[in-house]
């Protein structure tokens, strides 16, 4: 009886660790997948071309798409390489900080400002949380 009392909170606990897992596995899995789709459409679509002219980064449009695309696969790998996925996070979290920056700067509401503060929280939990998330 004793030997239950003990083991059920330890239920829990490995539990929640297999929780994290699976939601941080998650997370790297959907921001990985949408920063290399995303640098598609940036580098391919009329669109994101006179977005960056309205944000100013007209210039910047194929390095950022192609910074996308790379630190997209490279999250994605980062499954499987420790080093990989925290160089990728903060890269990734870097460049959504920047955009959350821009977005404000130019005058965005909320709506256009929103994705950019949400990949970048994504990003945060992915290099924050990284030492708990070992294979």
Same mark, same amino acid.
């Given at each position: 009886?004793? /030997? =239950?009392?003990?083991s *059920?909170?330890?239920f *829990?606990v490995s539990? !929640?660790?297999l929780?994290?897992k699976?939601?941080k596995r998650t997370?790297?899995?959907f921001?990985?997948?949408s920063?290399?789709?995303y640098?598609?459409?940036?580098?391919? =679509?009329?669109?994101y071309? !006179? $977005?960056? &002219?309205?944000y100013? *980064?007209?210039?910047f449009? $194929?390095?950022?798409?192609? &910074?996308q695309?790379?630190?997209g696969i490279?999250l994605?790998?980062?499954?499987?390489s420790?080093?990989?996925? =925290?160089f /990728?996070s903060?890269? =990734? !979290?870097?460049l959504m900080? %920047? !955009?959350?920056?821009?977005?404000i700067?130019? %005058?965005d %509401?909320l709506?256009?400002t929103?994705?950019?503060?949400f990949?970048?929280?994504?990003?945060? *939990?992915i290099f924050?949380?990284?030492k708990?998330f070992?294979r």
């Open positions: 009886m004793n /030997s =239950l009392k003990y *059920f909170p330890l *829990f539990f !929640a660790h929780q994290n699976k939601m997370a790297i899995l921001s990985g997948i920063h290399f789709i640098g598609i459409l940036t580098l391919s =679509l009329p669109f071309k !006179a $977005e960056f &002219v309205r100013g *980064f007209d210039h449009r $194929e390095l950022i798409g192609g &910074v695309i790379v630190f490279c994605l790998i980062g499954l499987y420790y080093k990989l996925r =925290l /990728s903060l890269a =990734l !979290a870097l900080g %920047g !955009a959350l920056g821009t977005r700067y130019i %005058g %509401g709506l256009e929103a994705p950019s503060l990949y970048l929280i994504i990003n945060l *939990f924050i949380d990284i708990n070992k």
